[in-house]
């Protein structure tokens, strides 16, 4: 990057006539001291913003990076959903990594100081990881309502994951090249174009006032609301089937009279040891996962409600200055530019809240985060478990376990299946 003020040279004042007039020997020093003072330099209240943007920096570009590399290490996580998880990793890496650090200096020093071309490149890149984030979320919405409201209308496989994900980023590269067209670099004072790029702008440039009213508002619609509203009904299906009263295929007596095999044990004892029939093993297979898809849904409508919330602010705020014009002659200037930057804030700290989603509401991503911080820090376990296990290792590790509990897990399976055929018809 250029430096801010070019040395070497001195710069005058345009006077009426519109020649530079005479300035002093010092004014060239008093004008840099005046600009890192008033500036540069951060307030007290901007340290604490500062301090965010790191904390958000770190964890969202660690957080995610161990997703794709949990991914990436477990052929057994390499589900149609994690493929999509992967996905929405990436694009939060992109915008930490290039964006955060530009959108942390605009808001600091109130310029723009990465020149014409990255005028272009950045908003550009922020632009397409909200496509991104918010097709990979609505892919993900539409795969898990095939597969728990209409299970035989679409079988989703990860192959078709994988096209589906290259068909997000075109369609995204694609569609926000408008946003890089029209963004310009400029400075607010010319007569300190050739000296500074404090003072300096990257901001849309229009050719007609009706023009970003009608884009801005497509984009409001496109990229927020309607996708919103569509994943909202979706999950609500979801969850109607998943936590509703009729569950497919059982009675929602079973479902809610079920208890896990260690509740059984407690209540029962463990001296079972019939054979139950096949249509209750069926049952049982058939509440595992059913479970299983209650846990992955919950996750997910977790991360689709931080989503929303975190890029409401920033949404809104941007129709009431593009379309309705706000802002422009705000009289509390302070007021507003905290609204802006606490709002841009949250863009970025929504990319780091989805590795602590994924940590808390599910148990296999919880596990991988252990196995790798654990080779960090050695008093959190053993290290090394994140790499797929040998076949030698796995095996022996599954006769292990297999002979450790397979006592236990007969008879408990015994218990709940002996209890479930007491009520099947």
Known sequence: MEPLVTPGTQMGVPNSSGEPSPVPADYEDELLSYLWRDYLYPKQYEWVLIAAYVAVFL???????????????NHHMRTVTNYFIVNLSLADVLVTAICLPASLLVDITESWLFGHALC?????LQAVSVSVAVLTLSFIALDRWYAICHPLLFKSTARRARGSILGI????????VPQAAVMEYSSVLPELANRTRLFSVCDERWADDLYPKIYHSCFFIVTYLAPLGLMAMAYFQIFRKLWGRQIPGTTSALVRNWKRPSDQLEDQGQGLSAEPPPRARA??????????????????MVVLLVFALCYLPISVLNVLKRVFGMFHQASDREA????????????????????????FLSGKFREQFKAAFSCCLPGLGPCGSMKTPSPRSSASHKSLSLQSRCSVSKVSEHVVLTSVTTVLP
């Open 283 to 300: 049952f049982l297979a058939e509440v595992k996962q059913m479970r299983a898809r209650r846990k992955t849904a919950k996750m997910l």
């Open 59 to 73: 964890v969202a570009l660690v957080g995610n990076t161990l997703v794709c590399l949990a991914v990436w290490r």
């Open 169 to 176: 980023w075109a369609v995204s590269l694609a569609v926000m």
């Open 336 to 359: 507003v530019y905290a609204c802006f930057t606490f709002s841009h804030w949250l863009v970025y700290a929504n990319s780091a809240a989805n590795p602590i989603i994924y940590n």
């Open 120 to 124: 272009k490149v950045i908003p550009y």
